[in-house]
């Protein structure tokens, strides 16, 4: 999260000392987000391997500062203040004593996501072609019986197609994150969580 708070204060000093107009706004987003993961049991009595993929229908906001350079271009950076969830699930195990037996229920989400973005035109249309990079928490909340997952920071790429017109855009765009490994702490287990996921996203905004 501290790393996160960094990334946003370091792109709101390095836009604003551009020397072009700025630009606020808020955008509305919808689109599927798509992940997959592995859980590794790390006991001597377990050392089996759980997969699962989800696929999530998410809508969401963000708000951001852009400016545009002499040359057309546009950078800029948002921020998006609700949770996108990856995945939830459960599960019900039976072991040889209390710690083994129950229902083991996990979820994971992207929170604090920020987007550091450029915008590069081409045509006279208002067409441009979209890359960035994201930066996000992956944070976990889970049910198990004497460990637990924590949260993890990562980073993700961006590329895409929008339209503007006025203070007006619409985009539709691909975001790939890295990996994800997150190790639990507490107990005697040393289970270990590995995953990946992407996203397609359509966005509209308005600046002011």
């Given amino acids: 999260m501290k790393k996160i708070l960094s990334i946003v204060c370091a792109s709101f000093l390095i836009i604003s000392t551009a020397k072009a107009e700025m630009t606020y706004g808020f955008g509305l987003m919808t689109g599927q987000v798509s992940s997959s993961g592995t859980e590794t049991e790390g006991t001597a009595a377990d050392t089996s391997v759980r997969s699962k993929s989800f696929e999530e229908f998410f809508v969401g906001a963000d708000i951001f500062v852009e400016k545009e350079l002499t040359n057309g271009m546009s950078v800029g950076v948002s921020y998006v203040p609700v949770d996108v969830e990856l995945g939830s699930g459960k599960r019900t195990d039976t ?22 973005y450029g915008n590069f035109p081409f045509g006279d249309n208002g067409a441009y072609g979209l890359a960035g990079m994201h930066f996000v928490t992956v944070s976990t ?19 895409g197609i929008g339209k503007k017109s006025g203070k007006a855009k619409v985009e539709l765009f691909y975001s790939d994150f890295e990996d994800i490994s997150i190790s639990s702490t507490g107990g005697d287990n040393s289970n270990k969580v590995t995953a990946d996921a992407d996203a397609i996203t359509l966005r509209v905004s308005v600046g002011f």
Avoid: C, F, K, M
């Avoid at 072991?95 to 229902?103: I, R």
């Fill in 95 to 116: 072991g040889t004593n209390d710690d083994d037996t129950g229902t083991r229920t996990a979820s994971a989400d992207l929170s604090d996501l920020v987007t550091l």
């Fill in 141 to 159: 909340s889970e049910t198990l019986p004497n460990s637990s997952y924590g949260e993890e920071d990562i980073y993700g790429a961006l590329i």
